[in-house]
């Protein structure tokens, strides 16, 4: 009985030895597994920290984009109203361009009655440069706003004739004799001459529109008139002979 049991035995051993193998070989299939999941788990998870890092800096992208588109579509339309507001004052500007035109040739009217019905105050300088406005007035190359300043740059100095006192040289005609003299203006209440060696004198006479001769008494009164004028003398009570017409 006892010899059955000892073979019974022998004749098993080998089979528990296969399965210890076995389980040992399965075990570590399941250890290799195992490790081989946990790096699958490590690299997913790497990868899903990846895509969230990622995911996070579009989501920051997207909203500096979206603030920044933002602020082009407040330039677009500010530029839009800006460009629609230059529409209208270049409307306007040409509507004004039509009116200041007609304008500037009726002031150069104006300028050339002034200079021919008034006294003959340096004539010549005054002459000229109404003749280069109208030269100016033909030019291409200068801006309305330059001829517009310009002729009102004339009418001041028009203006300044009636306020000062001045001296020149320019020619007059006296007694149907041409010659040059000195002349003297205070604004265009007076207006009196001198030949060139201080022996004649004469006052324009503003009705007659001709040079008259004037009285050696009052030859002294005009030559402190230029001395005064010169700043050789000290400002004094001067008589002298106005060129008004009656009721001027």
Not at 49 to 63: G, M, N, P, T, W
């Amino acid at each position: 009985m006892m010899v059955a049991c000892i073979l019974f035995l022998s004749a098993s051993l080998p089979s528990s030895a296969d399965e210890i193998s076995q389980a040992h070989k399965l075990e570590k299939k399941n250890i290799n597994e195992t490790a081989d999941s946990q790096q699958r788990i490590n690299k997913s998870s790497d990868h899903a920290f990846a895509l969230k890092a990622d995911i996070e800096s579009l989501r920051a992208e997207v909203e500096s984009l979206t603030i920044y588109r933002d602020h082009l579509e407040s330039l677009v339309l500010s530029q839009e109203q800006e460009m629609k507001s230059l529409d209208e004052q270049l409307a306007q500007i040409d509507t004004t361009k039509r009116s200041v035109v007609p304008l500037m040739y009726r002031m150069m009217d104006g300028l050339k009655a002034i200079i021919t019905e008034d006294k003959p105050i340096r004539l010549k300088a005054r002459q000229q440069r109404l003749e280069s406005l109208q030269v100016m007035m033909t030019q291409a190359n200068i801006s309305d706003a330059e001829k517009y300043r310009r002729i009102l740059e004339a009418y001041q100095i028009e203006l300044e004739y009636g306020t000062k006192l001045g001296n020149f040289t320019g020619r007059i005609v006296a007694d149907g004799v041409a010659r040059e003299a000195e002349q003297l203006y205070i604004g265009r209440v007076v207006l009196v001459a001198r030949s060139l060696d201080q022996q004649q004198f004469w006052s324009w006479d503003t009705v007659q529109h001709h040079w008259i001769e004037l009285s050696p008494e009052l030859g002294s009164e005009v030559n402190q008139a230029f001395a005064i004028a010169g700043r050789q003398a000290s400002p004094d009570i001067l008589t002298l002979p106005v060129s008004l017409k009656e009721g001027e």
